[in-house]
């Protein structure tokens, strides 16, 4: 399934809110606004590469790549990260400057009004980008889903930060607030790196996974039948398992294979995607118990 037009929706949201952020910064001249209009700015650069990540993973196999392209989805998902740093070292920039510095604001009340719009647009697309993130297993909807939470996280922060400049007229609050969800990002920042890192380096399936998995295996064993070897990954939205399958030698290959084929079955019931290998080794031979059992 072709999941870019979700790109596009988070590239007109990041259009969209850049430019009403950037009218609430200049109405009132809250750090904190600039601060959350740049973080923006950066969600639109994220944006398009997601568009680009996702329109390679779709990709079929070729002789290159004989496996598929799903792995750009994480290069576009450590990006995501990165972006987020980059946004939170502005907006701590931002504010450090302003808490030296610190000046009056103006038109606070129609100035949030803006930002809460923006804020609003962000959660509807978050919230779109992570349910569609979950259902298609898509790495790169995923991250910008959260990356657009993260920058509505922000909004909340610089919003309160204004109101409380407005309630208690002390100016630095504004670059206090603005320092400080700074540093909250950064852990979704990191978060994000740790996932894309751990999807290149052929993460298991999770734990729910790979345990509903042996139990399906665990119904076709019996004294002449076993397994071991049980290996699984994901890439991107794409997931792979191998085993080994032992039966007895004296058995004819179509006996192997109805069988193998009745494994297959029962696992695509659960896991219609998944891509399956079973190597058939016979139960007698000493040398079918040289690998390692996972």
């Known amino acids: 399934m072709d999941l870019s037009r979700f ?15 950037t009218v609430a910064w200049r109405i009132t001249g809250s750090v904190g606004l600039l601060s959350d209009a740049a973080e923006s700015l950066v969600n639109l650069v994220a944006a398009i590469a997601a568009l680009v990540a996702l329109k390679v993973a779709i990709r079929p196999a070729d002789k290159n790549h004989n496996f598929g392209h799903a792995k750009a989805e994480y290069f576009s998902a450590g990006l995501e990260g990165a972006m987020i740093f980059v946004a939170a070292a502005v907006i701590m920039v931002s504010a450090f400057e302003r808490f030296l510095h610190p000046q009056p604001l ?3 009340g129609i100035g949030l009004a803006v930002s809460v719009v923006a804020s609003v647009i962000n959660g509807l697309v978050a919230w779109v980008l992570l349910t569609q993130g979950k259902r298609h297993r898509s790495m790169t909807l995923t991250a910008d889903g959260h990356h657009l939470l993260t920058d509505v996280w922000t909004s909340v922060g610089v919003v309160v930060g204004v109101l409380l400049v407005k309630l208690t007229d002390w100016p630095r609050l504004d670059a206090i607030v603005a320092f400080a969800v700074g540093i909250n990002i950064l852990f979704t920042g990191g978060k994000l790196l740790r996932e894309s890192m751990a999807g290149l380096m052929d993460v298991s399936l999770p734990k729910e996974d790979n345990a509903r998995i042996r139990e399906i295996l665990e119904g076709f064993t019996n004294e002449f039948v076993i397994f071991h070897g049980v290996r ?49 080794e016979p139960i007698e031979d000493p040398r079918s118990y040289d690998d390692c059992e996972f």
Do not use: C, Y
């Not at 929706?9 to 952020?21: D, F, M, V």
């Not at 994901?234 to 006996?255: I, K, N, S, Y």
């Open 106 to 108: 103006e038109n606070i």
């Open 7 to 21: 790109a596009w929706l988070s590239i007109a949201a990041a259009l969209a809110t850049i430019a009403l952020k």
């Open 232 to 280: 699984t990954r994901e890439a991107g939205h794409r997931r792979f398992m191998d085993m080994h399958l032992l039966v007895p030698g004296a058995w004819t290959v179509q006996e192997a294979h109805d069988l193998v084929e009745d494994i297959e079955a029962a696992l695509l019931t659960d896991f219609p995607d998944l891509h399956i290998i079973i190597h058939t």
